[in-house]
Nanobody, 124 residues
Framework: QVQLVESGGGLVQAEASLRLSCAASGRTSSIFAMGWFRQAPGKEREFVAAHTRVVSSTAYADSVKGRFTISRDNAKNTLFLQMNSLKLEDTAVYYC?????????????????WGQGTRVTVSS
């Protein structure tokens, strides 16, 4: 089993920056890819970004390209999401996820483990 705990969410104004963290514990050696998803009120969960440690490859949703950066500290089993130039539409609960697939996978059903989420609210 792998446990994921997100942190770093909060209330910020538009155009501000925020950095999310996700600490992984347990059988982390079974995890190759980690990613971020988000779910806004009344909407389905959507892919944000993913990173795979095998070839250090990343993937981003078009809506966050150029603004968000995903990174990973393998030694500390921690995943980060640096979010810059935040927009109102970035408001959502952000979930960290881990996958045994190399990918990096971009579909939620490719991820096996999920955190509880951290809320990000962007105000005008």
């Amino acid at each position: 089993q792998v446990q994921l705990v997100e942190s770093g969410g909060g209330l910020v104004q538009a155009e501000a920056s925020l950095r999310l963290s996700c600490a992984a514990s347990g059988r982390t050696s079974s995890i190759f890819a980690m990613g971020w998803f988000r779910q806004a009120p009344g909407k389905e969960r959507e892919f944000v970004a993913a990173h795979t440690r095998v070839v250090s490859s990343t993937a981003y949703a078009d809506s966050v390209k150029g603004r968000f950066t995903i990174s990973r500290d393998n030694a500390k089993n921690t995943l980060f999401l640096q979010m810059n130039s935040l927009k109102l539409e970035d408001t959502a609960v952000y979930y960290c996820a881990a996958s045994p697939k190399i990918g990096p996978p971009v579909r939620a059903d490719e991820y096996k483990y999920w955190g509880q989420g951290t809320r990000v609210t962007v105000s005008s």
